[in-house]
């Protein structure tokens, strides 16, 4: 099977932007999670997806928001974007049976400028 | 809250030796841990998952204890080589929901 694609591999915005960050999940896979990751932080949940519908949300503000699609792949979307969110942002893929183990995309390294 | 924690400070060892990562937690008791290894502009891939009623979790070279004691759990790489050098992350969940919570990872470097 094909691994998680996340599209696009960079990205450079200026402050004020706003962003879109695309994720497909391992064929089968209906559960998609985002995490935004920063030097010498861990990775911060921000949102999980099943059948479209939003399972669990992170700590975040508004401004990050995401969906998902009837083929379970899943945009996110950062408005009014701040230096602050310069990260790799990754989404994982999660197999609902077995469900602990996520599979990870390469990110998408996003620089706000 | 939910607290995991990893040694920020990378972690030289000489090849050939076992590399021994430590991740701690606090406040809590989790279902299960996981380890992942991270390489440098990619995501994080799945090592080894061990449970709350597990000491131990072995695959190939590596080897996962928990001790739910002192809230740790440690992670080995018997005969390591150069290959291993990679930030590793150790994620738990305490709840049906699944949600991990994440560790900042540890760098290891493993010498020649």
């Known amino acids: 099977k094909a691994g998680v694609t996340q599209t696009p591999r960079y990205l450079i915005k200026t402050r004020g932007q706003q962003v879109t960050l695309s994720c497909s999940p391992i064929?089968?896979?209906?559960?998609v999670s985002w995490y935004q990751q920063t030097p010498g932080q861990g990775l911060q949940f921000l949102f999980e997806?099943?059948?479209?519908?939003?399972?669990n949300k992170g700590n975040f503000p508004g401004r990050f928001s995401g969906r998902q699609f009837s083929n379970s792949r899943s945009e996110m979307n950062v408005s009014t974007l701040e230096l602050g969110d310069s990260a790799l942002y990754l989404c994982a893929s999660v197999e609902e049976e077995g469900r602990e183990t996520q599979y990870f995309g390469p990110g998408t390294r996003l620089l706000v400028l | 809250s939910q607290k995991i924690e990893q040694n920020s400070e990378a972690l030289n060892i000489q090849e050939g030796k076992t590399a021994t990562l430590t991740c701690n937690y606090t406040?809590?008791?989790?279902?299960?841990l996981q380890w992942y290894r991270q390489d440098p502009g990619r995501g994080p891939v799945f090592l080894l998952l061990i449970r709350e009623n597990e000491k131990e979790k072995r695959k190939e070279r590596l080897k996962v204890t928990f001790d739910t004691t002192l809230k740790q759990s440690l992670f080995h790489i018997t005969a390591s080589q150069p290959a291993d050098s990679a930030t590793y992350l150790c994620?738990?969940?305490?709840?049906?929901?699944?949600?991990?919570?994440w560790g900042a990872g540890t760098k290891l470097i493993i010498k020649p």
């Open positions: 406040n809590y008791s989790p279902a299960y």
């Open positions: 997806y099943f059948s479209e519908t939003q399972r």
């Open positions: 994620a738990h969940s305490m709840d049906s929901n699944y949600q991990l919570i």
């Open positions: 064929s089968g896979h209906r559960s």
